[in-house]
């Protein structure tokens, strides 16, 4: 199998080039930048890069986990934003199309507004996404789903894991080591996502030309704050750093929903996904 992975530097492409790299595929790792993992210079908001990239390696199945997912970022610099997350999956799907590659497309939670009581979803229901992020992480997906391209979306909450760039657990760690007051929100709940999991249903959908829509997170709902805590007395950190907030305290930009979970039934049956607990990955982790 010939795999082409985008956004190869960030904290799933990373992850996605780590485990390709046990298999005996042939893989092409592309960045924006030619730098880090990226052996290749790809732009997806290039449709001229796309086409000459593409129409060059011969992919079977291209990964994309290229996106700009700074949430309030995208609020303040749209075009930036629907550049990459709407016209680069655009430009990916017209490509796949024209050479009969599989698509492998991660999507996001934000798509929905939280306001479902339980905040558990499944990949029927409807979304309603509450900011410029979510509104284009939905019309990329609508693009995939119209053209009818062979494709599988995975979507996914809050992703973890070790990188160069922080997240939210590296992040807490990192800044109850250094002493430093963090504000954590108790009116937010998620499902965490160990990356390493997110990226290995990547790669099981890639495998298996999986088609259709499938919910890739953790299996706990835990708050920011309770990411905090757990994290605090799993490392034997100091909590009294942890200040507990709600939301509006923020100011934030972007809106964020304030529950959600994913049912996972359609994963762990088509595609066996079966996500390592919160303590469990953090062990993996450091």
Not at 52 to 67: C, G, H, L, M, R
Request: glycine share 6%; proline share 2%; net charge neutral.
């Amino acid at each position: 199998m010939r795999v082409l992975v985008t956004g190869v530097n960030g904290l799933v492409g990373t992850s996605i080039a780590k485990l390709l790299s046990q298999k005996k595929y042939n893989i092409l790792l592309t960045s924006r930048k030619k730098e880090d993992l990226a052996t290749y210079k790809l732009d997806i908001s290039s449709i001229f890069e796309v086409n000459k990239t593409i129409s060059d390696f011969k992919p079977d199945v291209i990964i994309n986990s290229a996106a700009m997912a700074n949430v309030d970022l995208c609020e303040v610099d749209k075009d930036a934003c629907w550049k990459t997350n709407v016209i680069g999956v655009d430009n990916l799907v017209k490509a796949c199309l024209k050479y009969n590659c599989h698509l492998v497309h991660i999507s996001t939670d934000y798509i929905f507004d939280g306001l479902k009581e339980g905040g558990i979803y499944h990949e029927t229901d409807l979304p309603n996404p509450q900011g410029v992020y979510a509104e284009s992480k939905l019309e990329a997906e609508k693009i995939i789903i119209k053209s009818g391209v062979d494709a599988s979306i995975l979507r996914t909450i809050l992703v973890y894991g070790k990188h160069k760039n922080l997240n939210i657990v590296t992040f807490i760690k990192q800044s109850l080591e250094e002493n430093k007051e963090i504000n954590l929100v108790d009116d937010q709940i998620r499902m965490p996502t160990f990356v390493d999991d997110l990226s290995n249903a990547c790669i099981i959908a890639a495998e298996r030309r999986s088609k259709g829509i499938f919910n890739i997170s953790g299996k706990e709902q835990m708050s920011y704050l309770d990411i905090g805590y757990t994290i605090a007395d799993h490392f034997s950190l100091n909590k009294k750093y942890i200040i507990k907030v709600k939301t509006k305290d923020l100011n934030q930009k972007a809106k964020r929903p304030f529950k959600t979970g994913f049912d996972l039934s359609k994963s762990f049956n088509e595609l066996d996904y079966n996500p390592r607990g919160f303590l469990e990955s953090l062990d993996l982790i450091y």
